[in-house]
């Protein structure tokens, strides 16, 4: 890893306060494995949950939950799993893609680089997607725990501190 990122990592903080949200049309708080999966994770790295909803995959339903997320001055960071699949049913990606103030294409690259390792060319399907509302970083990840898990263990948690420092720059 070069000086440069190690520094920029250095001078992240180290915990972050997140909000975590699940689209499902079907899951409940008490069913949500995916979410409860990000949670322990993210609780195990010394991250806060300020905020876990469960939201219909519904775009006029998505859009001022995530818009209200973003502009709360006690949110770092928007995790998001599910909805990100090719059925007719899955909007988050066109929902959350059309906030973005700020891509970061990457994320989704990288996501689907590491997911064809364990699942192959199905890989595609996916449109996990990230970037930036203002100053908040939105990460969505693809609604298995699978996925979650491959998320957050190696893409989120080892980058999401150095993501939110560098979006707060002065």
């Known amino acids: 890893m070069s ?20 689209v499902s ?3 409940t708080l008490e069913s949500d494995s995916s979410g409860a999966l990000i949670v322990s994770l993210a609780e195990a ?13 519904e775009p006029n339903q998505m859009r001022p939950i995530v818009l209200d997320l973003s502009s709360r001055a006690n949110v770092d960071a928007i995790l998001v799993t599910g909805g990100t699949g090719i059925s007719p049913r899955d909007q988050t990606f066109e929902t959350v ?3 973005l103030t700020r891509p970061l294409p990457g994320y989704g690259e990288l996501f689907r680089m590491l997911s064809y ?9 996916s449109r996990a997607v990230g970037g930036l509302i203002g100053s908040v ?8 725990r ?13 980058e999401l501190p150095h993501i939110v420092g560098e979006a707060n720059k002065q």
């Open 3 to 22: 000086q440069a990122v190690t520094e920029h990592r250095q001078s992240a903080p180290a915990s972050l306060d997140l909000a975590v949200m699940t």
């Open 25 to 27: 049309d079907t899951r």
């Open 45 to 57: 790295a010394g991250h806060r949950i300020v905020e876990r909803l469960i939201v219909a995959d």
């Open 97 to 99: 893609s059309s906030l």
């Open 117 to 125: 390792a364990q699942i192959g060319p199905a890989c595609i399907l």
């Open 137 to 144: 970083p939105i990460l969505v990840m693809p609604g298995s």
């Open 146 to 158: 699978a996925a979650v898990e491959l998320a957050m263990t190696r893409i989120i948690l080892p």
